[in-house]
């Protein structure tokens, strides 16, 4: 066996802004086999070239994909996204990650007149079914953590795989190695309960903070089943690559 086959794969990971970073996600990356490096542009750190990962994880924040004037390196990542889609390297994008790569296959974005956030039924297209890495959900009950009020719409290239709620573009592929969601695999009840007190968003009618860390707390289990095999998939896809 060569030694490449023997090292753990290499995810490089970009955090955007301070409290959303790979949280739990991260962990079920590196339990399914993988070394997971986090640079932080936000921070002054470079972010660094690609050719020593296998992959890249793109994380959320509250700008929008197109705030380049307060986050300087946004036009460095769009570049990796596109780089990604025309097959360079595989990478999996979450919320504003998604947005990004939405914009890379020329699909618009635009803000929803209220936003997201709580706990949203979703569910598996059959092109999902039979996604190398999303295929690992079916079948399953999909209860995801949505938070965001920009909604990206399907690239003309792209395969829809999980769709759910008025925002229907919930997770898809765009080529053969760029994955995109809106939900959040890696949020935990900590976690959004940080994002609300720090949040200037109108929260949806009927929801207040109680009712949405609630809904966290109650779909907890299966946030973790499913993030926790969507993790592994995504290892396992590449492994599947040396």
């Known amino acids: 066996m060569s030694s490449d086959s023997q090292r753990r794969v290499r995810i490089l990971a970009i955090e955007h802004e301070r409290g959303t970073g790979p949280q739990r996600f991260g962990e079920w990356l590196v339990e399914a086999g993988a070394e997971v490096v986090v640079t932080r542009p936000y921070l002054g750190e470079v972010i660094p070239a690609l050719g020593s990962f296998d992959a890249l994880i793109v994380l959320g924040g509250s700008a929008g994909p197109l705030d380049d004037a307060e986050n300087p390196w946004f036009p460095e990542v769009r570049d990796l996204l596109r780089r990604s889609v025309g097959g360079e390297f595989p990478s999996l994008n979450i919320c504003l990650g998604g947005e990004m790569l939405a914009l890379a296959g020329d699909a618009a974005i635009s803000r929803r007149a209220h936003p997201q956030i709580g706990i949203y039924e979703l569910s598996a297209t ?20 949505l938070f965001h009020q920009e909604e990206m719409a399907l690239p003309a290239d792209a395969e829809l795989l999980i769709t759910g709620s008025d925002a229907p573009v919930q997770a898809f592929r765009l080529g053969e190695f760029a994955w995109g969601t809106q939900f959040h695999p890696e949020t935990d009840v900590t976690q959004i ?50």
């Open 126 to 145: 059959s092109a999902g079914e039979t996604d190398p890495v999303f295929g690992s959900l079916a079948g399953t009950r999909l209860p995801s953590v």
């Open 193 to 242: 309960s940080r994002w609300l007190d720090g949040n200037d968003l109108a929260l949806p009618a009927g929801k207040s903070e109680d009712s949405i860390i609630a809904e966290v707390e109650t779909d907890d289990s299966a946030l973790v089943d499913n993030g926790r095999r969507l993790a592994r998939s995504f290892v396992e896809f590449l492994e599947g690559l040396r």
